[in-house]
């Protein structure tokens, strides 16, 4: 899906259920809306490179969110801080060792690091780096699209048949899955499973975290799920070809 659709859809949020007077898409959307914004403004160059600093923020604002989940989601969220710290260090050195520029995008911080040899032939990444820190947060932003997609289509299924909404913690496995559990080794993996029977109710999830509007309903959520999906998975195939022209992806297995 486009970025100019994204903002369609956004746009046609914002408008839904107002009868008397008008509401910009900032005060309608609810978290996940305006996650999806910050996302796309983190896409830059056409598409074809990533802002560092509006990348950092946008992940740092999902993490709040989604640590209000519930308990369960403490140590992945602490895992993406991590590796946001390595991508700020990684950006803060490189701007010292050039003082003409005001901001480093990711194509111009691998570049930087490729540069000077840091890593391995065959994506074998140094660790800590920027380029380890945006492969994780890559795959875990590709985890969260692929759940919040699913969980929109089961919402539009239980639409049409009156069924329930389906299993948060069914779509987090399958997307986990799909994404992430190739990269894994047997402790994260572990930690992955303890995690996923911890997870709670769509429902609970979402009374928690505040997802649903009071204007828009489910029906707004299931858009903001879907145009969520849509900006991130946008984003993480860019950054999945910066990593990958620059035979920076790296398949070896965490612990």
Request: proline letters at 2%; aromatic letters at 4%.
């Amino acid at each position: 899906m486009s970025a100019c659709v994204i903002r369609v859809l956004l746009v046609l949020l914002a408008s839904a259920s107002v009868h008397s007077r008008p509401s910009s898409s900032r005060s309608a959307a609810g978290p996940l809306g305006r996650s999806a914004r910050r996302f796309q403004r983190s896409l830059v160059s056409r598409g074809r490179d990533v802002d560092l600093r509006e990348l950092v923020e946008a992940t740092r604002e999902l993490c709040a969110v989604l640590l209000k989940f519930g308990a369960y989601m403490g140590p992945s969220v602490s895992d993406v801080r991590r590796n946001l710290e390595r991508i700020e260090e990684a950006r803060r050195k490189w701007l010292r060792a050039s003082p003409r520029r005001r901001q480093l995008s990711m194509k111009a911080l691998l570049a930087a690091e490729v540069a000077a040899e840091i890593h391995g032939r065959g994506g074998v990444l140094a660790d800590p780096s920027g380029a380890m820190g945006l492969l994780w947060v890559r795959r875990g932003l590709a985890m969260w699209a692929d759940t919040f997609e699913q969980q929109a289509r089961a919402m539009q299924q239980a639409a049409v048949t009156g069924e329930g909404e389906g299993s948060l913690a069914a779509h987090t496995r399958v997307a986990y899955e799909r994404t992430v559990q190739a990269h894994h080794g047997w402790v994260s993996r572990r930690a992955f499973g303890v995690a996923c029977r911890a997870t709670p109710d769509w429902e609970t999830v979402v009374r928690r975290a505040g997802l649903r509007t009071d204007k828009g309903g489910d029906e707004a959520l299931r858009l903001e799920l879907k145009c969520w999906a849509a900006a991130v998975r946008d984003l993480t195939e860019a950054m999945r070809s910066l990593h990958t022209d620059r035979d920076l992806e790296d398949r070896r297995k965490s612990v």
